[in-house]
């Protein structure tokens, strides 16, 4: 059974810097693109970063770009998502997602985590 | 970017109606659109992706048509757990982008 668990989200002040883990189990990541995608409190969903399954593509969102690091260790089944100089605006909640193709990525989200809530507040 | 645009932002249909939910992007996304359920509180559900193929374990009750720029989503014979949020999605280019969202409520 695909599971994937985010974990990391907490209330921090704005400037700040968080990492988020998704920890993966019930398929083989080491062939799969995964994915971050965020919602905001009563908004929609924004996606935020891909990398491939061997970490040779790499490809963010305008809204993080420059702020956010996707990154992967594939022994530990584990995605992570580096997030830089919060702002109030990044308050959401972060899902990682699991690609539907094996190999590189296909952009179509199979599976998705629980989500967790990153809130920014001073 | 490509902008998704969806509508309605919400309806409002009875047990056993059929309603049809319609996305347009602004350039061409070819055939690269995938469809999502959320119910509250819920993480996202896959329903279609590239326009038209069903997700393995989701209700044939959902279909999806559409190319270029014009889709939709069509759900068959209501039911009340299909309450929920509708998004559409492109995967055409990066950076993939949503629609907004369509709130569907059951009577």
Redesign the interface.
Known sequence: QVQLVESGGAVVPPGRSLRLSCAISGFNFNLYGMHW?RQAPGK????LA?MSFDGSHI????SVKGRFTISRDNSKSTLYLQMNSLRFEDTAVY?CAKD?RGGSY??????????TLVTVSS | ?IQMTQSPSSLSASVGDRVTITCRASQSVSN?I?W?Q?RPGK????LI??TSRL?SGVSSRFSGSGSGTDFSLTINSLQPGDSATY?C?Q??V????????TKLEIK
């Open positions: 995608v929609g969903l924004e996606w891909v490809y963010y969102g305008d899902y539907l296909s952009l179509i989200f199979e599976s998705w985590g629980q989500g | 970017d690269f995938n999502y959320q993480a996202p559900k896959l992706y590239l997700q998004y999605q995967g055409d990066t950076p993939c982008s949503f629609g907004q969202g």
